[in-house]
C-alpha cells in the first residue's frame, strides 16, 4: 500500500516563497510520474506540475509557469514543488499524486492512482 504525505504548506506573503514535499511510502516511487494539484476554497481541483519517473520531464499548468518548479530526489522518494513569487491566487490545498507509467505526464487527475491528504498554502496580499 502506498502513501503519500505532504508538508511544508503555510501562510506566505504575496511575493514570497514556500516549498512543498511529499514523501512516497513503497518501493514504487522509481515507476511513477509525481503531480501536484491544488483546490481552492469553492473550486474545482486543478492540476499545477507533474514529472516523469526521472525527473527528467516536467509539465506545468500556465498559471504557475515560470514560478514554479517540481523535482524529485528517488533516492529519498520525495518530491517537491518550490513555490516562488506567490500570489493570492495560490491559496489552496496542495495535492500530491503519483501515476503510472512513470514515463507519462498527465493533468488528468483521474489518471492518477494514489493521493495525499494534502497540505494548506495560504497567501496574503
Known amino acids: 500500500q502506498v502513501q503519500l504525505v505532504e508538508s511544508g504548506g503555510g501562510l506566505a506573503q504575496a511575493g514570497g516563497s514556500l516549498r512543498l514535499s511529499c514523501a512516497h511510502s513503497?518501493?514504487?516511487?522509481?515507476?511513477?510520474?509525481m503531480g501536484w494539484f491544488r483546490q481552492a476554497p469553492g473550486k474545482e481541483r486543478e492540476f499545477v506540475a507533474v514529472?516523469?519517473?526521472?525527473?527528467?520531464?516536467?509539465d506545468y499548468a500556465d498559471s504557475v509557469k515560470g514560478r514554479f518548479t517540481i523535482s524529485r530526489d528517488n533516492a529519498k522518494n520525495t518530491v517537491y514543488l518550490q513555490m516562488n513569487s506567490l500570489k493570492p491566487e495560490d491559496t489552496a490545498t496542495y495535492f500530491c499524486?503519483?501515476?503510472?507509467?512513470?514515463?507519462?505526464?498527465?493533468?488528468?487527475?483521474?489518471?492518477?492512482?494514489?493521493w495525499g491528504h494534502g497540505t494548506r498554502v495560504t497567501v496574503s496580499s
Open positions: 499524486a503519483s501515476h503510472f507509467p512513470g514515463s507519462q505526464l498527465s493533468r488528468n487527475g483521474a489518471e492518477y492512482n494514489y
Open positions: 513503497g518501493r514504487s516511487f522509481n515507476d511513477h510520474a
Open positions: 514529472t516523469n519517473w526521472n525527473g527528467g520531464m516536467a
